[in-house]
């Protein structure tokens, strides 16, 4: 974890990480990965899919924590939160447009430069 703490110091590699990450979320749903409901009624258990699609919702959170962090800006974390919940609720997913602003709201603060006020943690 130290190692991808300090390459994402870079504000590159977080935004290429981020949109790396970010695809599979805009993918997976043809597949039906953001409905658990749908794996458990039809297969009995929780699908491969959704597992992935979750899995990118954790790591872009960790990403925009990481990223904030360093920049004095933690809270940036909410973005990719709040796109998970309107990505997976299931009445909530049909506001598709949401989790795309949280997306681009979380890479437009993540790319900017630490702030000279607040500590950096990574140090």
Same mark, same amino acid.
């Given at each position: 974890m130290d190692a991808l703490k300090e390459k994402l110091r870079d504000k590159n590699f977080y935004m290429w990480?981020?949109? !790396?990450?970010?695809?599979?979320?805009? *993918? %997976?749903?043809?597949?039906?990965?953001?409905? @658990?409901?749908? =794996?458990?009624?039809?297969?009995?258990?929780?699908?491969?899919?959704?597992?992935?699609?979750? !899995?990118?919702?954790?790591?872009?959170? *960790? %990403?925009a924590k990481f990223?904030?962090?360093? @920049?004095?800006? =933690?809270?940036?974390?909410?973005?990719?939160?709040?796109?998970?919940i309107f990505d997976m609720v299931p009445l909530l997913s049909l506001l598709f447009f949401v989790p795309t602003v949280m997306h681009i709201c979380a890479l437009v603060i993540g790319m900017g430069e630490p702030d000279e006020t607040s500590p950096d943690i990574f140090s």
């Open positions: 990480l981020y949109i !790396a990450v970010m695809v599979p979320t805009y *993918v %997976l749903p043809y597949v039906g990965s953001n409905s @658990i409901l749908l =794996g458990a009624a039809s297969f009995g258990g929780t699908l491969p899919q959704f597992l992935a699609h979750l !899995a990118c919702l954790i790591a872009l959170c *960790v %990403l990223r904030g962090d360093h @920049i004095g800006k =933690g809270w940036i974390v909410w973005f990719p939160i709040l796109a998970a």
